[in-house]
Structures are given as C-alpha cells and as structure tokens.
C-alpha cells in the first residue's frame, strides 16, 4: 500500500531580489520530482550534498513549501491541510536530523526534549508524558537516569539516539532521517543504522533514508532513489539499483564511497 505520494515537487531558492524587484537568479534545489513511498518500506534517497536531497525530505513534512507540485500521505493533501487536518497529519510525520549536537536545545533537559512534541500536541498529564518518555528512551538503547540530564553531558551517539526518541513519542508512521549518521564516526554510525532498523520492526515505521553513502543505503533500504542536481535519475529496488545500475551518476556513488561495517548494536 502506498503511505506517501509526491508528484512534479519543484522548489527554487532566490539570493535575493535586484534594484529592480526582480527576483536574482535562483538555485533549482529539486526539479519536478514524483516518488512514492510504500507502508513499512524503507526508501533510502541518495546523492552528493547539494543535489536537494534535504530539501525534497522537508517538502514531504511541509517544513519548506514547494513552489508547485502534491504531496498526499494516506490519500490526505499535506500541502493543503491546515489547522487539526495539519496538526493530525504533523504526529504522523516526524524528521531525525542530521546533527545531533544543533538538533537539541541545550537548554533543556532530555525530558523536556523528549517530551516537547507531546506538549505541542498533546495534554497528557506529567507523570504520563514521562512514561511515555521513558519508554521511547529505553527502545533507542538509553533509560530513566538521562531524563535529568542535558544535551553536554552525552557523546553523539547519544544525542541523536535522543533525537530519534523526540522522534518516536508520537508513535508516527513516517519518519524523514536526514543523513542521521554523517556526523558520527563510523562504529557510532552502524550502530545507529541498526537501531533504526530494529526501531522500525518494533514501531512499525516506513523510512525515507537520505544519505551520500550508497553502502549505508544500500544496507537499510528496500528500493533506492538516485538524487543529482535536483533531479531523480533512477529508482529501483536495492538490488536493481547496486548491482544493474542504469545511471552513470549512479555508478559514479557506487563505486566513490567506501563500505561500512555494520556492527550489532
């Protein structure tokens, strides 16, 4: 069944505009882009930065608006919704950023990050909003003793598996994971990709992955979509796109980037 569908996403930034009014020339960060994203797949979105793949993620959260294009998420208009159609389609959809130390406020405390989604959506009582938090950490590998605490205290594979708990306390169904392993080191990184990977058999979540690293996608991902100067060149099944790729960007990522070893977690 598909959960998501984006169709001709295009999405232009402007530096600024002239003396004139006129609008200076604009970088084409995703150019009439169509995908569609099934329930419980993993869709890994791949490409070298700056070819939008960031910014295609956010257009399907409707964190940035496109300049045209649909997106529809369970048949509902993501780009129309307002108000508690927004809101209802904003608990489905949750995002894991890329860096895990600009991601969380260090101000607050692990319960207060945790839990903040809940507070924008939800008037649950404290005491629930806690258990709720305690259970999300205690599924990314952390417990009750980090709720205390604040962002400083943890290295960064801590942090973003705090992230990926503010993440997960809504119980979405969708989540964008942007390139949520690019600032950690190699170890620290597999074992995120394997949290993630059991996190969405216990959630039962449906991922878009994006990433630089073919291997990483390769490893997490159920199809694969090749993503070059705002335009997607090729999708197809892991498979298909590792070991038949038709694209010569395509063979280009896979042969640039080198393996990375998947450890247990």
Do not use: W
């Amino acid at each position: 069944m598909t959960l998501l569908q984006a169709d001709h996403l295009t999405k232009t930034f402007f530096a600024g505009e002239s003396l004139l009014g006129r609008k200076t020339a604009g970088i084409h960060a995703v150019k009439d882009v169509s995908l569609t994203i099934e329930a419980g797949e993993t869709l890994g979105l791949v490409g070298e930065s700056g070819s939008g793949k960031s910014t295609l993620g956010r257009i399907l959260l409707r964190l940035i608006e496109p300049d045209s294009g649909t997106v529809l998420f369970d048949g509902r208009d993501v780009l129309r919704a307002s108000g508690s159609d927004l809101r209802r389609l904003r608990r489905d959809m949750q995002i894991i950023f890329q860096d895990p130390f600009g991601s969380l406020d260090p101000r607050m405390t692990v319960e207060q990050i945790v839990c903040e989604p809940i507070a924008i959506h939800d008037s649950g009582s404290g005491q629930s909003r806690r258990e709720r938090a305690c259970e999300v950490l205690r599924a990314v590998g952390l417990d009750a003793s980090a709720l205390a605490r604040y962002p400083h205290e943890f290295s960064g594979g801590q942090r973003q598996r705090i992230g990926i708990a503010r993440a997960l306390i809504l119980r979405p169904r969708f989540i964008v994971a942007d390139e949520p392993v690019s600032a950690l080191d190699v170890s620290v990184g597999a074992q995120i990709v394997n949290l993630l990977k059991q996190l969405q058999r216990d959630f039962q979540l449906t991922y878009l992955f994006i990433s630089h690293s073919m291997p990483i996608v390769r490893y997490l991902a159920d199809r694969i979509a090749v993503m070059r100067q705002g335009e997607l060149v090729e999708v197809g099944t892991t498979e298909q796109i590792t070991t038949a790729p038709q694209h010569a960007y395509t063979k280009t990522l896979l042969a640039a980037t080198p393996e990375m070893e998947t450890v247990t977690d």
